[in-house]
């Protein structure tokens, strides 16, 4: 019994350490967020009763009608990644992929970052396919979604220069050299992959795999040329993104202050939102309505004022995705597996 204790304590220990670990994660990422967030409202002095006030001039059918564009673009993803398990495996049914997707949407305003891999998960399990091809198929999805971000921050970035210039140099006093640094850094970047390449081939090690991990997203990347329906897949793409940006711009006829505002801010907002989206926080709280008011006070809004429609252009959706979240995870709870085993899967 002693020697029993004495070698599965190791394996209890280690389970525990990673629990352990995992929720320090989740309180860090949450804590990181609620901070950021009692900060901005703390530094704009923007108490419960301005912001009740200031609730009072939201008109809601524009909300809802972003909400609803919202949710149109979730259902455009499902039926994109439709597409790329077809090319692979089989055709899933649609109402199975676009619940996991929700679900998964959902469950990553608790643990940052672990829907992607658990929607996979869960789709594996209810339809006996193998989780690391799921997966892979996710891997693609977020390459071509990390290039249309690319290219919308450059559509931004030339539609507004003098505006974006202007604020970088007057406001926020970035000094010159720091943007030529920011350029010259962009195009060694771009440099430094002919670099990694040669290296891979001559010294292997470190540079062979970080030159493979290179060529996988760009490989995923063109996939797509070999789906049933390339042009479909590419026709979805441009709708999730539209949607996107359109949302931002039904948005701003909620509220006075952002009612005159074009469609070049929205875009500008969007991108500025989504550098908060990528910041560690559940769901991006707190990094999201920090960038989001930095954008709208570029475009001549209020600081307090900017402060309180960012939280309106952040909670209604959020609440709106766990609730439709949830749906989705109740379906899943109610569709038979088709098989027993699944793959485990570490969430990170």
């Given at each position: 019994?002693?020697?029993?204790?004495?070698?599965?304590?190791?394996?209890?220990?280690l389970?525990?350490?990673?629990?352990?670990?995992?929720?320090?994660?989740?309180?860090?990422s949450?804590?990181?967020?609620?901070?950021?967030?009692f900060?901005?409202f703390?530094?704009?002095?923007?108490?419960?009763a301005?912001?009740?006030?200031?609730?009072?001039?939201?008109?809601?059918?524009?909300?809802i009608?972003g909400i609803?564009n919202l949710?149109?673009?979730?259902?455009?993803?499902?039926i994109r990644?439709?597409m790329?398990?077809?090319?692979?495996?089989?055709?899933?049914?649609?109402?199975d992929?676009?619940?996991a997707?929700?679900?998964g949407v959902?469950?990553?305003?608790?643990?940052?970052r672990?829907?992607?891999l658990?929607?996979?998960?869960?789709?594996?399990?209810?339809?006996?396919?193998?989780?690391?091809?799921?997966?892979?198929?996710?891997?693609?999805?977020r390459?071509?979604d990390?290039l249309?971000?690319l290219?919308?921050v450059?559509i931004g970035?030339?539609?507004?220069?003098?505006?974006l210039?202007?604020?970088?140099?007057?406001?926020?006093?970035?000094?010159?050299?720091?943007?030529?640094?920011?350029?010259?850094g962009?195009?060694?970047?771009?440099?430094?992959?002919?670099?990694?390449?040669?290296?891979?081939?001559?010294?292997?090690?470190?540079?062979?795999?970080?030159?493979?991990?290179?060529?996988?997203l760009w490989?995923g990347?063109?996939?797509?040329?070999?789906?049933?329906?390339?042009?479909?897949?590419i026709?979805?793409?441009?709708?999730?993104?539209?949607?996107y940006?359109?949302?931002?711009?039904?948005?701003?006829?909620?509220?006075p202050p952002a009612?005159?505002?074009?469609?070049?801010?929205?875009?500008?907002?969007?991108i500025?939102?989504?550098?908060?989206?990528v910041?560690?926080?559940?769901?991006?709280?707190?990094?999201?309505?920090?960038?989001?008011q930095?954008?709208?006070?570029?475009?001549?809004?209020?600081?307090?004022?900017?402060?309180?429609?960012?939280?309106?252009?952040?909670w209604?959706f959020?609440?709106?995705?766990?609730?439709?979240?949830?749906i989705?995870?109740?379906?899943?709870?109610?569709?038979?597996?088709?098989?027993?085993?699944?793959?485990?899967?570490?969430?990170?």
């Amino acid at each position: 019994m002693g020697y029993y204790n004495r070698s599965s304590a190791g394996p209890f220990k280690l389970l525990s350490l990673n629990k352990l670990k995992k929720a320090i994660q989740i309180l860090a990422s949450l804590g990181l967020g609620v901070g950021i967030l009692f900060w901005l409202f703390t530094k704009e002095n923007l108490d419960w009763a301005s912001f009740q006030f200031e609730l009072k001039k939201i008109n809601w059918y524009w909300i809802i009608l972003g909400i609803i564009n919202l949710q149109l673009s979730w259902l455009y993803r499902a039926i994109r990644w439709q597409m790329q398990i077809e090319a692979i495996d089989r055709r899933y049914a649609l109402r199975d992929l676009w619940a996991a997707s929700m679900a998964g949407v959902a469950i990553n305003y608790l643990i940052p970052r672990s829907g992607e891999l658990l929607k996979c998960a869960w789709v594996g399990k209810k339809t006996g396919s193998s989780t690391p091809r799921l997966i892979g198929t996710v891997v693609t999805e977020r390459a071509i979604d990390v290039l249309c971000l690319l290219i919308i921050v450059c559509i931004g970035f030339i539609l507004e220069y003098d505006v974006l210039i202007s604020f970088l140099l007057e406001e926020a006093k970035v000094p010159y050299w720091l943007l030529y640094l920011g350029l010259f850094g962009g195009l060694l970047g771009l440099t430094s992959l002919f670099v990694i390449k040669r290296l891979a081939k001559s010294q292997g090690g470190v540079f062979a795999k970080v030159w493979d991990l290179v060529m996988a997203l760009w490989e995923g990347i063109l996939s797509v040329k070999k789906l049933k329906r390339p042009f479909l897949f590419i026709a979805l793409t441009l709708l999730i993104w539209s949607s996107y940006v359109l949302m931002q711009y039904l948005v701003f006829f909620a509220y006075p202050p952002a009612s005159n505002f074009g469609f070049e801010v929205a875009l500008i907002v969007f991108i500025f939102s989504s550098f908060g989206i990528v910041v560690p926080t559940p769901g991006g709280i707190g990094s999201f309505q920090f960038f989001a008011q930095t954008a709208l006070v570029i475009y001549g809004m209020a600081s307090a004022s900017a402060l309180f429609f960012a939280n309106i252009m952040f909670w209604p959706f959020v609440i709106s995705n766990i609730v439709i979240g949830t749906i989705g995870f109740l379906i899943l709870s109610n569709t038979p597996n088709k098989t027993n085993s699944i793959e485990n899967i570490e969430v990170q």
